[in-house]
């Protein structure tokens, strides 16, 4: 199933392009802020964010991963990504999410991870889904528990590529 384009009163959730690197690079690849409790490292070079939306392209018609660029229809700007795929450790879908750093604390990743949740259910059929923090991430805590997470088990918590491990949690979701 290709990722579709959906939509929530603020903004427009759309698949990835080429054509995003620029702002992709600048919006929050560079921000090792936004980076710190994320399972990757941050870009110091566009042509990591290249490979990356290489990536996320070829991805665009597969069952197992769906991911969206979060544009903010009052401006036309992409500022973050959600995501849902299939994570063989707990053998269902595991959602995800960042946002460059002028958009936190405003509720879009709450807003785009309800409509990417409800997605998830009407179409996909999911029963669950989880999602993992580091237990300092406090602000991700509060997204998924916003959205109807419950714990679910402690966990380790790999940042950036695995070189920092961090005491996480993992939260579930019954549809």
Known sequence: MKTPILETQRLILRPFSQDD???VFHGWETDPD???YMFWTSHNDINKTKEWLSFETE???DDDWFRWGLVKKETESLIGTGLIYYEKEFRMFEIGYNLGKPFWGKG???EAMGEILRFASENLKLKEIVGRHAKENLRSEHVMEKLGFKYFEDCNYPC???AIILEGKVLRLIF
């Open 21 to 23: 690197a620029e702002d």
């Open 34 to 36: 936004v980076a710190q």
């Open 59 to 61: 991805k665009i018609f």
């Open 108 to 110: 879009f990743a709450t």
């Open 160 to 162: 950036n590529k695995g």
